[in-house]
């Protein structure tokens, strides 16, 4: 089994990290990386989530070309930016963060915490809970270090973390707790003996997720909104891109 893990951030090194955590908790399964080649190097705003959304479709195109298909897609970034497109495009089932954390704490509480690096992405989190159904369950909270801060110094994070966790508990009555963020992968079991009640960690709930649809083998459908889209005339995109577009006449427009 291969998994393919697209990072939405242009940090190399957070790659690195998550893909050895995944590796970690994916048991046999193979862990690839990829590092979105434009953007943002850590996703923190609406505009450089908006710009991660092409990057990661980008960062797909270039692996389908490198290789064959994984069995699975995660894409490690909490806001899960573009997601809907990467499913349209992939030929094979695709996981987001911050989906996979929420479906996995769902079976554990009925309220739901999110809890993220970076004040910014309080709101944006909770239109995306609210736009897959799940508004009513869940809250969001930040602390004001973002998540390439929490990544270069995780020890200086974790009494904030945590104290926001308690809160989530105590304030907004959460029965479980996601730490969520590509730069707070690996935190939740470090904090989990201060939190009274299960405290996720974002990337580990979307490996398992990963590896479960991989085994499920579901087929890519054929019609609907996440069938494989009809040929479409491109410019200025790289040329894997275009080619994933099924545009091949404009491959040479960007490299």
């Avoid at 911050?98 to 309080?122: C, K, M, N, P």
């Avoid at 973002?146 to 009494?159: C, I, M, S």
């Amino acid at each position: 089994m291969r998994l393919l893990l697209i990072n939405g951030n242009t940090d190399a090194a957070l790659t690195a990290r998550m893909v050895a955590f995944a590796r970690a908790a994916a048991g046999a399964a193979a862990i690839e990386g990829a590092t979105a080649r434009f953007g943002a190097r850590y996703i923190s705003t609406r505009s450089a989530a908006a710009i991660a959304g092409h990057a990661v479709l980008d960062a797909l195109a270039h692996a389908l070309a490198a290789g064959p298909a994984p069995d699975a897609v995660m894409l490690a970034c909490f806001g899960d930016p573009g997601i809907a497109a990467l499913r349209e495009l992939s030929p094979v089932p695709v996981i987001g963060m911050a989906e996979a954390s929420i479906l996995t704490a769902a079976t554990l509480g009925g309220r739901i915490a999110l809890l993220t690096g970076g004040a910014r992405w309080v709101p944006m989190l909770g239109e995306y809970a609210a736009a897959i159904g799940f508004g009513g369950r869940v809250a969001v909270r930040g602390i004001a270090l973002t998540g390439d801060a929490v990544a270069e110094d995780p020890d200086a994070a974790l009494p904030a973390l945590a104290a926001e966790a308690r809160a989530a508990v105590d304030r907004d009555g959460a029965e479980v707790v996601v730490l969520g963020g590509a730069g707070l992968a690996g935190l939740a079991g470090r904090i989990a003996a201060d939190v009274p009640v299960p405290v996720l960690d974002s990337l580990d709930c979307t490996v398992r997720v990963a590896v479960a649809l991989a085994r499920a083998a579901a087929p890519k459908p054929t019609v609907g909104s996440y069938a494989a889209p009809p040929p479409v005339p491109v410019a200025g995109l790289s040329g894997p891109l275009a080619g994933l577009l099924l545009a091949p006449a404009m491959t040479s427009a960007g490299a």
